[in-house]
């Protein structure tokens, strides 16, 4: 994990909200599990993407490769999905079935070209690097080792 306050990658930014919207926030955040700094992030993209008109992947910042890189990148967005292996995914501990794939790339409208680099990326990885312990469900049925199912 990221040290972020010595990253260089990363810089301190911050202001003032009602106390109301402050207390709220914090809450939302302890009840999800994900970091408040992790939730300015995700709320600084998607503001500057509005701003902007461009997707979060377009960024100035190196687009997300994996899909562990676009879930801890969308955790709060991503709660609401329904989806049952989210820290798992976010940690890269488990890669994600195609509808999994669908459901987290429409909830955050990846265009169909970033999805297929998005999907390429995560599973050249799991094949070709030495990822001991990563598991890969097939066929939204069960998990199984070293499995992967190409499309």
Same mark, same amino acid.
Not at 105 to 127: C, G, H, P, Y
Not at 133 to 148: L, P
């Given at each position: 994990?990221?040290?972020?306050?010595? !990253?260089?990658?990363?810089?301190?930014?911050?202001?003032?909200?009602?106390?109301?919207?402050?207390? /709220?926030?914090k809450s939302i955040c302890a009840r999800l599990g994900i970091s408040q700094s992790d939730a300015m992030e995700e709320m600084?993209?998607?503001?500057?993407?509005?701003?902007?008109?461009?997707?979060?992947?377009?960024?100035?910042?190196?687009a997300p490769l994996t899909i562990a890189d676009v879930v801890r990148a969308n955790m709060a967005k991503l709660k609401c999905?329904?989806?049952?292996?989210?820290?798992?995914?976010?940690?890269?501990?488990?890669?994600?079935?195609?509808?999994?794939?669908?459901?987290?790339? !429409?909830?955050?409208?990846?265009?169909?070209?970033?999805?297929?680099?998005?999907?390429? /990326?995560?599973?050249?990885? !799991?094949?070709?690097?030495?990822?001991?312990?990563?598991?890969?469900?097939?066929?939204?049925?069960?998990?199984?080792?070293? /499995?992967?199912?190409?499309?």
């Amino acid at each position: 994990m990221t040290d972020k306050r010595r !990253s260089d990658d990363y810089k301190q930014i911050s202001g003032y909200i009602p106390l109301d919207l402050a207390l /709220e926030f914090k809450s939302i955040c302890a009840r999800l599990g994900i970091s408040q700094s992790d939730a300015m992030e995700e709320m600084a993209q998607e503001w500057v993407a509005k701003k902007t008109g461009s997707h979060f992947l377009k960024s100035g910042k190196a687009a997300p490769l994996t899909i562990a890189d676009v879930v801890r990148a969308n955790m709060a967005k991503l709660k609401c999905c329904g989806l049952k292996n989210l820290p798992a995914l976010a940690k890269g501990e488990v890669l994600p079935t195609p509808g999994d794939f669908a459901i987290i790339t !429409s909830a955050l409208d990846i265009s169909e070209e970033d999805r297929q680099k998005i999907w390429q /990326e995560t599973f050249k990885i !799991s094949v070709y690097q030495d990822y001991p312990g990563v598991k890969v469900y097939r066929n939204s049925g069960g998990v199984k080792e070293d /499995e992967c199912e190409y499309s």
